[in-house]
C-alpha cells in the first residue's frame, strides 16, 4: 500500500504575511513530489477571504514563490485532518491548543510517527537556540523585516521537508 501524503498546516495570527509565506516555499521546494500536502491558515478571522499582505507577497514573488493563497481561518477539522500544524510562535501554539480544547483529535496515518502534532517552525532551524523559537511577526513593519522572515523559512523548510519525506518513506501500513 502507497503511503499517504503528510498534512502540514502552517498557522500565524491572520494568515497574511508568515504562514503563507511557509505555505509557498514549502510548495515550491516540494515541486510535485507527492510526500507532502500543505495548506495555510491564522487563528483569527480578521483578513479571512482576502490576499495576503502586499509585501509578503512581493518579496516571495522577488525570491521566485508566488504567495497568493486566499486568507482562511482555522477550521475546527483542521485538527482532526492534518497530522503536523505548524505555528509561527508560540502565541499561535498556545491558540492552537486553546481552540482544539487540548485533545489530539487525529485520525491522521502518520500520528505514531509524529506524537505532537502542534509544532513550532523553528523546531526545524538550524540557527533557532532555546528561547528563540518564535518566528517573529513582520506585519506593520518595514520591509526588513519581511526580508529577516523569509530568511528564517528558507533556511529552515529543507530541513523540515526532509522530515516529511522521512516520515513518508518509513509509513507502515
Known amino acids: 500500500m502507497s503511503a499517504p501524503p ?54 516571495g514573488a522577488q525570491r521566485g514563490y508566488r504567495v497568493d493563497h486566499v486568507v482562511r481561518q482555522i477550521h475546527p477539522d483542521d485538527f482532526q485532518h492534518f497530522d503536523l500544524i505548524i505555528g509561527m510562535d508560540s502565541r499561535n501554539i498556545e491558540d492552537l491548543e486553546r481552540l482544539r480544547g487540548g485533545i489530539d483529535l487525529r485520525d491522521a496515518s502518520y500520528r505514531e510517527m509524529e506524537p505532537v502534532q502542534l509544532q513550532l517552525l523553528r523546531r526545524w532551524d538550524p540557527y533557532s537556540m532555546p528561547g528563540d523559537e518564535d518566528l517573529d511577526d513582520p506585519w506593520g513593519e518595514p520591509v526588513d523585516a519581511f526580508r529577516a522572515m523569509y530568511d528564517v523559512i528558507e533556511r529552515t523548510m529543507p530541513h523540515l521537508l526532509d522530515h516529511l519525506q522521512a516520515m513518508h518513506r518509513d509509513y507502515q501500513a
Open 6 to 59: 503528510v498534512s502540514v498546516l502552517f498557522v500565524c495570527l491572520a494568515n497574511i504575511c508568515r504562514s503563507p509565506a511557509a505555505h509557498a516555499v514549502a510548495e515550491s521546494l516540494r515541486a510535485g513530489r507527492g510526500f507532502a500536502r500543505f495548506d495555510s491558515a491564522g487563528t483569527s478571522s480578521h483578513s479571512a477571504g482576502a490576499l495576503p499582505n502586499p509585501m509578503s507577497s512581493i518579496e
